[in-house]
């Protein structure tokens, strides 16, 4: 799948963007390069189309949940 003209990522975003952000890994092997992961605090909705779309582009993305440890979560 390519995307074939820009994507307005602000018209997606929701409008209280309150997030929590926390360091951790990418969700595909080797699952150990770092990154700082940022969540909103309100999920925004998809459609199942638009999962079913996410899921061909990304279709390795099943990491299991993984345990907190001694992770600091900041919310921002």
């Given at each position: 799948?390519?995307?074939?003209?820009?994507?307005?990522?602000?018209?997606i975003?929701?409008?209280d963007?309150t997030?929590?952000?926390?360091?951790?890994?990418l969700?595909?092997?080797?699952?150990?390069?770092?990154?700082?992961w940022?969540?909103?605090?309100?999920p925004?909705?998809?459609?199942?189309e638009?999962?079913?779309?996410f899921?061909?582009?990304?279709?390795d993305n099943?990491?299991?949940?993984q345990?907190?440890?001694?992770?600091e979560i900041?919310?921002?």
């Amino acid at each position: 799948i390519s995307i074939k003209e820009p994507i307005d990522l602000q018209a997606i975003l929701p409008p209280d963007q309150t997030s929590f952000s926390y360091n951790g890994s990418l969700t595909t092997p080797p699952c150990t390069e770092e990154v700082k992961w940022i969540v909103f605090e309100k999920p925004i909705e998809m459609s199942k189309e638009q999962v079913q779309a996410f899921q061909q582009i990304f279709p390795d993305n099943h990491r299991p949940v993984q345990p907190l440890d001694e992770r600091e979560i900041i919310k921002n």
